[in-house]
C-alpha cells in the first residue's frame, strides 16, 4: 500500500528555519514525482513546490521567492523541503504528495490535481 508520512513540523520564530520529510513506504519514489503542498486556517491548499524523478526538474511557487529548496533522496525514499527566512504567513499544514512519471525528464506542476496520493500533512507554525 502506498504511503506518505511527514515529518518536520513545528513551532519557530520569524526568520527561522525547518526542513520538513516526505518518507515514502509501500513504494519506491524512484518512478514518482513529490509534490509538497500547504494549507493555512480558513483558506484553500495552495502548491509550494514539488520534483520530478530527475531530481535536477523543480518548480516552486512565486511566494516561495527563494526562501524554499526541494531535494530527493531515494536511497532513503525521501523527499525533502528545506525552507528558510520562514515569515507568519507560511503558518500551516504541510502535506506532501506523489504521481506516478512514466519517463525521466517530465516537469513536474504544482497542482494539486496531478497528484494522486496524499500523506496526512505536518504542521508548520510561525510565530514569536
Known amino acids: 500500500q502506498l504511503q506518505l508520512v511527514e515529518s518536520g513540523g513545528a513551532l519557530v520564530q520569524p526568520g527561522g528555519s525547518l526542513r520538513l520529510s516526505c518518507a515514502a513506504s509501500g513504494f519506491t519514489l524512484d518512478y514518482y514525482a513529490i509534490g509538497w503542498f500547504r494549507q493555512a486556517p480558513g483558506k484553500e491548499r495552495e502548491g509550494v513546490s514539488c520534483?520530478?524523478?530527475?531530481?535536477?526538474?523543480?518548480k516552486y511557487a512565486d511566494f516561495v521567492e527563494g526562501r524554499f529548496t526541494i531535494s530527493r533522496d531515494n536511497a532513503k525514499n525521501t523527499v525533502y523541503l528545506q525552507m528558510n527566512s520562514l515569515k507568519p504567513e507560511d503558518t500551516a499544514i504541510y502535506y506532501c504528495a506523489a504521481v506516478y512519471q512514466k519517463t525521466w525528464f517530465r516537469i513536474c506542476v504544482v497542482d494539486e490535481s496531478d497528484f494522486g496520493s496524499w500523506g496526512q500533512g505536518t504542521q508548520v507554525t510561525v510565530s514569536s
Open positions: 520534483i520530478s524523478r530527475n531530481p535536477s526538474i523543480t
